[in-house]
């Protein structure tokens, strides 16, 4: 604010001429008046007193300057700074940005416009009383953008004082303010957060972990999981469903075979999870079915874990295992592997493929035996018949096969279902 103080300076008192009347029967009438020079008060405060007569006291408290620039872009109430080159919008969204020398009051064209300091007015949609904040992209609001920049402090709807902001304050700062700790706290990031700690809180979190529960939840869609009680932390098994094993038929031509491909294991996560502090819902993915006469099998079911803070974690269902009927030759496979999983902070496991069965000349090449899983697996169907089902979670399911010569339709082995296992920490 640009005010005009009463302290003395260096300058000369200021003086003046005055001039008084000649003497009555004294002076001759063609003498000239008597003149004496007067001394004034300090020049500091004749200068205040003579400026505050003209335009009223008190009145002294406004800094204007009225800038030509082509095509600025401002409005009323917008911060604004001097980047070296131009007058630019104050912006919240970084420390380089967020300061301002001044407010936009007027805006009397494109190129031109009033720049203000101190008290000002003429403005519009105040709230009296309010602090007004940089925003991220320019103007002012009553809440801080990313970097906490207080600049205007309203004083009725029209009018207000620009505070000034050649400094700012960091985001976390202003959180870490507005803590009222007791005595003996000690400060401590949680959970995205800054909070005031006790130091029995802070001895629990820098000791070790203390096992609490382990909870196997194998059947659910959009169910809710609720601790037994609220856990420190707590670390996921999250495994989809297994793949569904391929079927065949056979028609009963000499020399030939049938077989199906097994399906696929599911892929695993594991997640180690600190926030504990919110709600959530799982679904577990069910097991693929298998293939009926030379129909492949259902690919396998995701397996999901949902926290309203944390989001969703998912491990994806087996692949399907081919079906086939009978030939002299052939190969049978799983179609598509699922994607490699990446939602895991402590493991991805892929469940990839599984086993791929060939045959020549109504002779075995290879059995299409089930890959391991994250909980195991190895089916195989080593004589004619149905495919085994799995013996695991996310386990594939075996193909069917068909080697005597018969009329028969045969099918595949189903795929193990998912599950989460959940270790609840203290």
Not at 34 to 43: G, I, T
Request: aromatic share 8%; net charge negative; glycine share 18%.
């Amino acid at each position: 604010m640009a005010t005009i103080s009463e302290e003395s300076g260096s300058f000369p008192p200021v003086t003046q001429v005055e001039t008084t009347t000649q003497i009555l029967g004294g002076d001759p009438p063609y003498s000239y008046p008597n003149a004496q020079l007067k001394e004034l008060v300090d020049r500091d405060a004749y200068l205040k007193a003579q400026i505050e007569a003209i335009t009223g006291a008190g009145s002294i408290n406004t800094l204007a300057l009225d800038v030509e620039q082509v095509a600025h872009g401002f409005s009323p109430k917008d911060p604004v700074y001097h980047n070296g080159a131009n007058w630019v919008k104050s912006n919240a969204a970084s420390f380089s940005t967020a300061v301002a020398i001044g407010i936009v009051t007027t805006v009397p064209s494109s190129d031109t416009f009033t720049i203000s300091v101190g008290r000002c007015v003429g403005l519009s949609g105040l709230v009296g009383g309010s602090t007004y904040f940089i925003q991220n992209g320019g103007g002012i609001g009553t809440t801080p953008g990313t970097i906490y920049a207080p600049v205007f402090q309203a004083t009725s709807a029209t009018t207000g004082w620009f505070v000034g902001n050649f400094k700012t304050l960091d985001a976390d700062l202003a959180a870490i303010a507005a803590l009222t700790p007791s005595d003996n706290d000690f400060l401590q990031r949680k959970s995205g957060a800054w909070v005031s700690r006790t130091p029995a809180q802070i001895t629990q979190d820098i000791a070790g972990y203390r096992l609490l529960n382990i909870r196997t939840l194998t059947t659910g869609v959009a169910a809710s999981y609720v601790p037994t009680v609220v856990p420190r932390a707590a670390y996921l098994e999250i495994t989809g469903g297994g793949g569904g094993g391929g079927g065949c038929s056979h028609n009963g031509t000499v020399g030939q075979l049938a077989m199906g491909a097994s399906g696929g294991p599911a892929n695993t996560i594991g997640y180690w999870l600190t926030n504990m502090n919110q709600t959530f819902t799982y679904t577990i993915g069910a097991g693929g079915i298998g293939g009926v006469g030379n129909a492949d099998g259902t690919v396998g079911g995701n397996t999901t874990f949902v926290g309203s803070v944390l989001g969703t974690l998912t491990a994806e269902g087996g692949a399907n295992g081919q079906g086939s009927a009978n030939s002299a030759t052939g190969v049978v496979s799983t179609p598509t592997p699922p994607t490699p999983p990446t939602d895991g902070n402590v493991f991805n496991y892929s469940g990839g493929r599984g086993g791929i069965g060939r045959w020549l000349n109504g002779s075995f090449i290879s059995y299409p035996v089930t890959t391991p899983g994250y909980y195991g697996g190895g089916q195989s169907t080593g004589t004619s018949g149905n495919g085994s089902n799995a013996l695991c979670y996310g386990g594939g399911g075996s193909g069917a096969l068909q080697t005597l010569i018969a009329s028969v339709t045969r099918t595949g082995g189903s795929g193990g279902p998912g599950v989460i296992v959940i270790y609840e920490y203290a």
